[in-house]
């Protein structure tokens, strides 16, 4: 069998909805041989479509906490050898970072999931691992300095733990004591990659096989009049980037006459009534606004989610587990509605005959929390060639060194998004239009690579 056919067999921790082995399977190279979910109605979604033949035949669920699972049993269970396997995938839940809720630190990050985690890759020894989590991880601090009491405050200087990126350096330094693997970090976004939602991820991606991995660059981006180009990175200048999928593309055409939907009680559809496609709580009337928002009108920022309704002339925003909260609303751009469950699914894009078992909470967490089908097929795409690379070559996998220092690449994933319109009219940047003016859109970071 030639390297460019080889299928690789992947172990998937915290595995959820299976956004992102889905992903990987999806480029034809690799085979999900045994997946670790703890929540049983996560772990009946994938039973259940594995019956209907949407999975690996040779795929074992194995429902438990990864917490108090030891890796050596797993092993001896599934009859597998350490190093046998060739990625170890999964998303450790770290909500504490997560930009939808509240931001946090680390106290003692050993006794955390991320280091089961690691504690997974030590003992299996798999040639890659790629581990997905929140953006606001890669600037997480292990201890929490209040803003007041900082150095540009006043305050003395911040020590190694209250750093930025400390999380993610005290990371990068317990696996290079494990030895031979190689980590590098992408920054991504999930709509500059041609999925129909602005979602912000990092990517960890090590290997055990001496190589500098590299991802793609963005291949989906807003159009823009050429008097804007100065205020381009320089990779996006002279490249014809398609154009971002929408939520239409999406949704528009689905037809389900009775959506499973968390929906809005009847208070927050009357003010969500209101509200025109693409808007959001500035355009009821200031009287509403107070009313409806209480002390968080008062509040300087934050505010973009309150009484949101999207339009499906852009894309869609990063999908929550409950979209039914007034200030993380997700309203439906001509019924008032939120997004039901087979929207969520289409704008992360799995495949049509997929389905989720468990409560509708249940369901909205399996997809709300997924990766996004699209980078994870593009992030199997890069290991899967760097294995085919590594199969070509006479050095031996285990006896390959890492050459280079962990690394951080920002895919300039940041976007700004909080001017979906302008005087209660939509935001749309077009030809016809002169809305040079407007934000949405904007890169707010450019590429740029940083080492730990």
């Not at 009859?79 to 946090?104: H, K, L, N």
């Not at 581990?131 to 020590?159: C, T």
Request: aromatic share 8%; charged share 25%; glycine share 8%.
């Amino acid at each position: 069998m030639s390297s460019s056919s080889k299928t690789y067999r992947i172990l998937s921790l915290f595995s959820g909805g299976m956004g992102l082995d889905l992903g990987l399977e999806s480029t034809g190279r690799f085979k999900t041989i045994a997946c670790v979910e703890k929540v049983p109605a996560f772990c009946a979604t994938i039973r259940h479509n594995h019956a209907k033949g949407l999975l690996p035949k040779e795929l074992r669920v194995v429902e438990g906490d990864i917490s108090t699972l030891n890796p050596k049993e797993l092993l001896e269970r599934l009859q597998i050898s350490q190093g046998e396997i060739d990625v170890i995938v999964g998303g450790p839940p770290c909500q504490s970072f997560s930009t939808a809720g509240r931001r946090g630190t680390i106290q003692d990050p050993r006794g955390t999931l991320l280091w089961d985690f690691l504690r997974f890759v030590e003992f299996v020894q798999p040639k890659f691992f790629l581990m997905e989590n929140v953006r606001g991880l890669l600037s997480a601090a292990l201890k929490h300095r209040p803003i007041a009491e900082r150095p540009d405050k006043g305050g003395r200087p911040l020590s190694p733990e209250e750093e930025p990126s400390s999380v993610v350096r005290l990371f990068a330094r317990d696996l290079d004591r494990i030895g031979g693997y190689h980590l590098d970090i992408f920054e991504v976004n999930a709509v500059n990659y041609g999925a129909p939602q602005i979602r912000e991820r990092a990517l960890f991606i090590g290997n055990r096989i001496g190589q500098e991995v590299n991802f793609p660059e963005p291949t989906h981006g807003q159009n823009i009049r050429s008097k804007l180009l100065d205020e381009l990175p320089l990779f996006e200048r002279g490249v014809n980037l398609q154009p971002w999928k929408t939520l239409g593309d999406a949704i528009s055409d689905i037809v389900d006459p009775k959506p499973v939907v968390l929906d809005f009680s009847p208070r927050k559809k009357s003010y969500l009534a209101l509200v025109p496609p693409g808007s959001n709580w500035r355009s009821l009337p200031p009287e509403v606004q107070k009313e409806s928002m209480g002390r968080a009108w008062y509040a300087k920022g934050g505010r973009s989610g309150w009484w949101r309704r999207l339009t499906f002339d852009l894309p869609c925003p990063t999908l929550v587990t409950m979209p039914n909260h007034a200030s993380t609303s997700l309203c439906h751009p001509v019924e008032t509605r939120a997004l039901s469950i087979k929207e969520y699914a289409s704008i992360q894009e799995f495949p049509e005959e997929w389905t989720f078992s468990g409560t509708v909470s249940e369901q909205y967490a399996q997809v709300g929390n997924a990766v996004p089908i699209r980078l994870g097929k593009i992030a199997g795409g890069v290991i899967a060639q760097s294995l085919d690379a590594k199969n070509h070559s006479t050095q031996s996998t285990h006896q390959a060194k890492t050459n280079g220092v962990p690394r951080i690449v920002y895919m300039q994933s940041h976007i700004r998004t909080r001017q979906w319109f302008k005087d209660g009219e939509v935001v749309v940047w077009g030809d016809g239009e002169d809305n040079s003016r407007a934000a949405y859109g904007k890169p707010k970071t450019f590429k740029k690579i940083k080492g730990l």
